[in-house]
């Protein structure tokens, strides 16, 4: 509305240029030539339509006149409606300039909001009664009303609607003692099927490769579990929950064996590989850094690349969950002094004839 309003007092202003020159002769045959052509749209338009714009012009030019000089000028609208639109600016420009007084309670300030919200976030079973007791517990005085005001703003449903738990929370609150396993396919070059065992560590995202057949047999799979579990023994692992699919390779007796050695084996749900979405991801990513770029000739060369592959995902690889460290090795200090900066030393490393490629600095 502004822009138009500044273009319309633009056009009127060198209307009223071109006027001076005008002799008032001119301006009466123009005056009366306008009136008809007034009385010519009035017989053909039931009502005009005027914009805030429209409004805010004609207010502006005619408000000058006496009521009685507006009476006898032929407009599209009646006088006083001319005279209402020029009051009407004048009570929208006073509002603007005026600050209205705030009514009601002062607002609640930002960080007692913050520690609000924190709580009901963190806490899936505390309703607004348990978060407006613990700001009273720590001093902080405020209505329960006020707590229940400020999760309805922030769309926060109320405690019973918070305390289901997602599987995606329970993976997160239970990593440090998941494992996830699974089966996935690969195919030689003379097309015979292989089958590879993988398992990974959700808090530390370590893989292990446990195998590669052409025939996943019973007595394969759970002589697999069986180097899995003096695997995690000697590394000292605390996981007590292992996840997988329900492939029927995974038999009964290899959920007994690790039901014996303490770990409780979950499946997923028909067709939800998300639940185990870990895993499907490591296989994603090994498919595509490494199988999708390598000819693999037999069984033998498969188990050398898998190898490979564990040895640069474990030690070298970055994690975004790591804060791209990898499993194996910690992030250095990073490198403050400006001179190493302008000068670095970086060696390419090849593995695989130069599959993967790991870059450090040189010795």
């Given at each position: 509305m502004l822009l138009r309003l500044?273009?319309?007092?633009?056009?009127?202003?060198?209307?009223?240029?071109?006027?001076?020159?005008?002799?008032?002769?001119?301006?009466?045959?123009?005056?009366?030539?306008?009136?008809?052509q007034l009385l010519v749209l009035q017989r053909q338009v039931g009502r005009?339509?005027?914009?805030?714009?429209?409004?805010?012009?004609?207010?502006?030019?005619?408000h000058?006149?006496?009521?009685?000089?507006?009476?006898?000028?032929l407009l599209l609208v009646r006088p006083d409606t001319v005279l209402r639109w020029h009051r009407d600016l004048l009570n929208r420009r006073h509002a603007a300039t005026c600050v209205p007084k705030r009514r009601g309670r002062p607002p609640t300030v930002r960080s007692v909001r913050a520690l609000v919200l924190r709580p009901a976030r963190e806490n899936s079973s505390w309703g607004y009664r348990r978060i407006h007791g613990e700001l009273a517990a720590l001093g902080i005085k405020t209505a329960a009303s006020t707590v229940w005001e400020i999760l309805r703003e922030h769309g926060i449903p109320p405690a019973?609607?918070?305390?289901?738990?997602?599987?995606?929370?329970?993976?997160?609150?239970?990593?440090?003692?998941?494992?996830?396993?699974?089966?996935f396919?690969?195919?030689?070059?003379?097309?015979?099927?292989?089958?590879?065992?993988?398992?990974?560590?959700?808090?530390?995202?370590?893989?292990?490769?446990?195998?590669?057949?052409?025939?996943?047999?019973?007595?394969?799979i759970v002589q697999l579990g069986r180097n899995l579990l003096m695997d995690l023994q000697d590394a000292g692992s605390r996981a007590g929950l292992l996840i997988r699919d329900r492939d029927s390779k995974f038999t009964a007796a290899f959920d007994a064996l690790m039901s014996d050695a303490g770990l409780k084996v979950v499946t997923t749900g028909i067709r939800i590989p998300r639940m185990n979405s870990l895993i499907e991801r490591w296989i994603q990513t090994?498919?595509?850094?490494?199988?999708?770029?390598?000819?693999?000739?037999?069984?033998?060369?498969?188990?050398?690349?898998?190898?490979?592959?564990?040895?640069?995902?474990?030690?070298?690889?970055?994690?975004?969950?790591?804060?791209?460290?990898?499993?194996?090795?910690?992030l250095p200090e990073p490198i403050h002094v400006p001179a190493q900066v302008r000068h670095l030393d970086i060696h390419r490393r090849d593995r695989l004839g130069g599959t993967l490629h790991e870059y450090q600095h040189a010795a």
């Open positions: 500044a273009h319309l007092t633009a056009t009127n202003a060198l209307a009223l240029l071109r006027l001076l020159p005008m002799s008032d002769r001119d301006k009466d045959i123009e005056i009366l030539a306008l009136r008809h005009p339509v005027f914009a805030d714009t429209d409004r805010a012009v004609l207010a502006g030019l005619l000058h006149l006496p009521a009685a000089k507006l009476r006898h000028l019973p609607e918070r305390q289901s738990t997602t599987w995606a929370d329970f993976l997160r609150g239970q990593a440090e003692a998941l494992l996830a396993c699974d089966l396919e690969v195919r030689t070059l003379t097309g015979a099927r292989l089958y590879v065992c993988a398992v990974i560590e959700h808090a530390t995202r370590r893989v292990r490769i446990l195998g590669a057949s052409a025939h996943p047999t019973e007595d394969w090994c498919r595509r850094e490494l199988l999708d770029r390598t000819l693999i000739w037999n069984q033998s060369h498969l188990l050398h690349a898998l190898r490979e592959f564990e040895d640069f995902y474990n030690g070298h690889r970055p994690h975004r969950t790591l804060k791209q460290a990898a499993p194996f090795n910690p």
